[in-house]
Structures are given as C-alpha cells and as structure tokens.
C-alpha cells in the first residue's frame, strides 16, 4: 500500500520568513495531493491541493510543487505570521477515500 | 451553525462506560466519515455513510459502533474502551462519497481520554 512521509515534525520560523514542509509517497498510482492545517481545537482544514498533471500551484503565500519522479512533494508559505502556527498534514490519493494516506504531521511555530 | 459540528469537545470515560459520540452536518452532503486522530500517527479512516448506509469498515473494533439516521447526523457508540482508544475522533462529510478524496470538511473532533 501507499506509505507517506512527512517531515519536519517540528518547525520553528522568525515571522516574515519561509517555511518549508516535505513529503515523498511510494505509490506511483497516486495522483492527488491535498494539504491540510489543523489548528489547537479544529479539525484539519483543506488550505491547497494539487494533482499530479502539475508540477506548482500558488495560493497567496502558499504554494505546493510536486515531483511526480522523485515521488515528493512540498508545501511552501512566504512571509510567516503568527497565525500560520498550526499542525500541516500532507496526503497522498490515488482515488477515493479509501485510497488515501496522511502524513504524521508538521507542527509549525511562527515565532513573532 | 454552520459547518461540521460534534459534541462533546471532550470526553473522559472509564473502560466499563458506554458513550456516544455526536457529529451533525449544515452543508447538505451525502457522505460522513468517522476517522481517528492518535498522536505522531496519521489520521486513520474509520467508517464510511453514503445516505445512512454503511459503506466502509475499516477494520474497526467491534467496541466502536457507527450510526446513522439521516444524512446530517452520524454517531459512534463506545462501549468497554481501551486506553489506547484515547485520541481525537473527527467527523467529516463530503458531498458524494464516490467522489475523489477531496474537499472533506473536517469538524472540531471529539478529544477522548479512557482512564
């Protein structure tokens, strides 16, 4: 089955600068790649998501790219604010929900 | 409201208690899901509903039992837990189960403590 791996587990950043989080996947079926933030007391929250005819998508200060032959992907945000601090979840998908692994998690600090 | 919503927050019990877990959804989707939230491990599907019929059992425990009786409420009956049950149970909907995995809508979580 599809393993997913996260990391940083942990990541403090100075506000105003960049965070980077990475995940790589072993299933070369897997064609969806969503992004999660989880804040203290919430449920985790869909923030961007990319499929696999992509290499980059940016939202705003956030941004996904995707190596479908290394098998990684990474989350970017640019110019960090305390209210980024959240736990970030990356996934992997190469069909419906029960084709779906998480990563364990980042708990990112934005240090004001 | 709005949203995803659960109840309780927060929830302690011993092993010999029964208690339910409550989740309602405002956004009139057709599927809910039931997944597990343990520390430093990935988040772990649990049960599926399509239109209140079960659709997916995870490889649950049996002390674990889903139900639901429309398509806005789901509930997860607890029964003689462990304490390797404790964590943070999430409810999520979405609007076709046979959908590709995205755009779930994830609500608070009910964080659970079996003493």
């Known amino acids: 089955g599809e393993n997913v791996e996260q990391h940083p587990s942990t990541l403090s950043v100075q506000e105003g600068d960049s965070a980077v989080i990475k995940c790589t996947y072993s299933d070369s079926a897997s064609n969806y790649f969503p992004w999660y933030k989880q804040e203290l007391g919430k449920g985790p929250q869909l923030i961007i998501d990319?499929?696999?005819?992509?290499g980059e998508k940016k939202d705003q200060r956030i941004a996904v790219t995707l190596n479908k032959t290394a098998k990684h992907f990474s989350l970017h945000i640019t110019e960090t604010q305390p209210e980024d601090s959240a736990v970030y979840f990356c996934a992997a998908s190469s069909g419906g929900y029960q084709k779906v692994t998480f990563g364990t998690g980042t708990k990112l600090q934005v240090i004001p | 409201e709005t949203g995803v919503t659960q109840t309780p927050r927060h929830l302690v019990m011993g092993m010999t208690n029964k208690k339910s877990l409550k989740c309602e959804q405002h956004l009139g989707h057709n599927a809910m899901y039931w997944y597990k939230q343990s520390a430093k491990k990935p988040l772990e599907l649990m049960f599926v509903?399509?239109?209140?019929?079960?659709?997916e059992n995870n490889s649950v425990p049996s002390r674990f039992s889903p139900e639901c009786p429309n398509s806005s409420h789901l509930f997860l009956h607890l029964h003689t837990l462990q304490p390797e049950d404790s964590a943070l149970y999430l409810c999520?909907?979405?609007?076709?189960?046979?959908?590709?995995?995205?755009?779930?809508?994830f609500g608070p979580g009910t964080r659970l403590t079996v003493t």
């Open positions: 999520a909907s979405s609007q076709d189960w046979t959908a590709r995995f995205d755009e779930q809508y």
């Open positions: 509903y399509s239109l209140e019929e079960r659709v």
């Open positions: 990319i499929r696999s005819n992509v």
